[in-house]
């Protein structure tokens, strides 16, 4: 059973600063996601990722399939990207394609 | 741009008693799943549902939870007697194929009380 961790479970930035989450899992998988949820509750996508690297403005993210190591960056924070960012990985080993989440880690970028 | 729909968005209910969440997944969507956060919670995996069938459950998943695709168009989970334990925001999610990222609904907030 894969095990997901994040680090760090909360993080406080000051508006312009570079953010950096860590995400690790502990069995072998098919993909890592990054999702975004705000408060209320809906989830978003944010990357699928399997190898190297993906960017999206100013969010980027990385994984290392050897150290099963994922990033996720974000450049010149603003307020808006407060919010929970969450790790999750599928198997691929499934008929379908299942995640495994991760705890979260609750962002906050003061102004 | 296409969404995953999720009715109702809060829903209270009586121990005891049987809810049906209801989502429409995204119209060329083939796979479809329901998720679970409890309150401060990790989200869990509850079920998958393709080709008409149940393809994965969890052991969360047990003779209290049915999922439905009725026709054609919506996708529900049915608890039946619902407990305290119960109480979470339930998920719904589709994806257009077995490896593509999913989309999620915003979410059915359900209390027992």
């Known amino acids: 059973k894969n095990e997901v961790e994040q680090s760090p479970q909360n993080l406080t930035a000051q508006e312009g600063e570079f953010i950096t989450i860590n995400c690790s899992y502990s069995?072998?998988?098919?993909?890592l996601h990054w999702l975004q949820q705000h408060p209320g509750g809906g989830i978003v996508s944010l990357f699928m990722l399997s190898s190297g690297k993906k960017k999206h403005g100013r969010l980027i993210a990385t994984i290392n399939i050897q150290e099963k190591h994922s990033s996720l960056h974000i450049t010149a924070s603003h307020p808006r990207d407060s919010a929970v960012y969450i790790c999750a990985v599928s198997d691929g080993s499934g008929a379908t394609n299942k995640l495994i989440f991760g705890t979260g880690t609750l962002l906050a970028v003061q102004p | 741009e296409p969404e995953v729909t999720q009715t109702p968005s809060h829903q209270v209910t009586q121990m005891g008693q049987e809810v049906i969440l209801r989502c429409v997944p995204i119209s060329n969507h083939l796979y479809f799943y329901w998720y679970r956060q409890i309150l401060g919670q990790k989200v869990e995996f509850l079920v998958s549902f393709y080709n008409n069938e149940i393809s994965e459950k969890s052991e969360i998943f047990d003779d209290q939870f049915s999922v439905e695709r009725p026709d054609g168009s919506n996708f529900t989970l049915k608890i039946r007697s619902t407990k305290l334990e119960d109480s979470a925001m339930y998920f719904c999610?589709?994806?257009?194929?077995?490896?593509?990222?999913?989309?999620f609904g915003q979410g059915t907030r359900l209390t027992v009380v």
């Open positions: 069995v072998g998988i098919s993909a």
């Open positions: 999610a589709s994806s257009p194929d077995r490896d593509t990222e999913a989309f």
